[in-house]
């Protein structure tokens, strides 16, 4: 069964903080995405990846970067986290050539004080 | 530029009403088109999708047909169940070797028992 995993759940912040989350998937998948989920708004991209060490920017990267060294795992950063990024966020991946299905993770639910 | 509509929310309904939910879509060629569920403190599980004209989805009752005549791939299920309740996301995926998903803003359904 396929399965992409997030680091954490839920999770909790300051303002200002550096924050990881994590997503590692075991579907051998060259492509991974970094959502963001708000009310009203559905999902909006953040980043996606579609090889080790390659990243290109979504709808909305600004305050967000990513990192992809290994080709199970993607990280989003948050550089300084403020409360205008407090949002559930979530990770997916693909597998090139297939039918375009993307693969989900359970989420995490950031706030950020 | 490719974009989703589908309807807005939330829907109340009564267990064992008819549920559609429409999502109308804009895009250039020929894209896939999904139906994503979200149940409550969940990630996004793909319910169904079609890849081409006049194909139709289905799956746990539900069903959505690809038409493209009317830019249309609206969601219906004969009688809904208290356990359909959740965020039901449209998406259409613009092809090419990247895999990235449009999606809709979500509608939530809640089913009364």
């Known amino acids: 069964d396929v399965k992409v995993t997030q680091s954490s759940r839920y999770l909790v912040k300051r303002t200002g903080e550096k924050v990881f989350l994590e997503c590692v998937q075991d579907m051998d998948h060259e492509n991974m995405f970094w959502y963001r989920q708000d009310p009203g708004l559905g999902l909006r991209l953040i980043y996606f990846?579609?090889?080790?060490?390659?990243?290109e920017k979504g709808d909305i990267p600004e305050g967000y970067s990513v990192s992809r060294e290994k080709k199970e795992r993607f990280s989003l950063i948050l550089e300084s986290a403020s409360t205008n990024q407090t949002s559930m966020y979530l990770c997916?991946?693909?597998?090139?050539?297939?039918?375009?299905?993307?693969?989900f993770g359970p989420g995490t639910r950031l706030t950020v004080l | 530029g490719n974009s989703v509509t589908q309807m807005e929310g939330p829907v109340t309904l009564s267990e064992e009403a008819f549920l559609t939910i429409n999502c109308t879509y804009t895009a250039t060629g020929y894209p896939s088109l999904f139906w994503y569920v979200q149940y409550p403190g969940e990630g996004l599980q793909l319910l169904l999708k079609?890849?081409?004209?006049?194909d139709k989805g289905s799956n746990k009752g539900f069903e959505a047909t690809y038409r493209k005549e009317t830019t249309s791939f609206h969601l219906e299920k004969g009688s809904v169940q208290v356990s359909d309740s959740a965020v039901y996301f449209c998406?259409?995926?613009?092809?090419?070797?990247?895999?990235?998903?449009?999606f809709g803003k979500g509608t939530k359904l809640s089913v009364k028992p």
């Open positions: 079609a890849t081409k004209a006049d």
């Open positions: 990846s579609y090889d080790v060490k390659m990243k």
């Open positions: 997916a991946s693909w597998e090139a050539g297939g039918y375009n299905e993307q693969f």
């Open positions: 998406a259409l995926s613009e092809g090419g070797s990247q895999g990235n998903l449009i």
